[in-house]
Structures are given as C-alpha cells and as structure tokens.
C-alpha cells in the first residue's frame, strides 16, 4: 500500500513557476514509477510527465515539453513536477501516482493522491 500526498498547488501570474511535490508513505517507493497527471474542469484526466523507477528516465506530454520538469528523489520518497513558463491552459487539478510500470495511461497506475490546485491568471 502506498499513500501520495500532493502539496505545492496554487495561484501563479502566466509566466510564472510553481514547484509540486508529492510525498509518499511506504519503504517500497523505488519500486514504483510515478507519474503526475492534471484534470481541468469538464474535461478528462490527462498525462503530464512520468518518470522511471530510478529516476534515469522521463517522458513529457507534447503540451508541457520544455517547460515542466518531473525528478524523483528515492531517500526522501518524494517525487517533483518544476513548472515554468505556466500558461491558463495549464490550470487544473494536479495529481501524482504510483504504478508498477512505466506508462502514459492513467489506468494502469495503481495508487493515486488527493491532488493539489493550480491556477494560472492570464
């Protein structure tokens, strides 16, 4: 079992940056990729960024290349989205979670935390 709690959310000028965390509970945290993942209001849950077990791989939606940054760090437990350069569309509700593979697909993650707001004011 793992618990995610996001933190790191809220109000930020276009332009702007924002750093997200994400901590977890558990010893097994290296075990798991993780991923974060952003749902605006009507609209679907999409992928953002994932990043491998080890930290020594990343993978970016086309939206967000550039200017998000997704790291990991196994002693603390903890996984980072840095977001520069934020744009209105990029307002949503931010989630990070935890799979056993490495994927884009939200479904195949297996743990996921509350979420933590972003809003970007044009």
């Known amino acids: 079992q793992v618990q995610l709690v996001e933190s790191g959310g809220g109000l930020v000028q276009a332009g702007g940056s924002l750093r997200l965390s994400c901590a977890a509970s558990g010893r097994t945290f290296s075990s798991y990729a993780m991923g974060w993942f952003r749902q605006a209001p009507g609209k679907e849950r999409e992928f953002v960024a994932t990043v491998s077990w080890s930290g020594g791989d990343t993978y970016y939606a086309d939206s967000v290349k550039g200017r998000f940054t997704i790291s990991r760090d196994n002693a603390k437990n903890t996984v980072y989205l840095q977001m520069n350069s934020l744009k209105p569309e990029d307002t949503a509700i931010y989630y990070c979670?935890?799979?056993?593979?490495?994927?884009?697909?939200?479904?195949?993650?297996?743990?996921w935390g509350q979420g933590t707001q972003v809003t970007v004011s044009s």
């Open positions: 979670a935890a799979g056993t593979l490495w994927v884009v697909v939200p479904n195949e993650y297996d743990y």
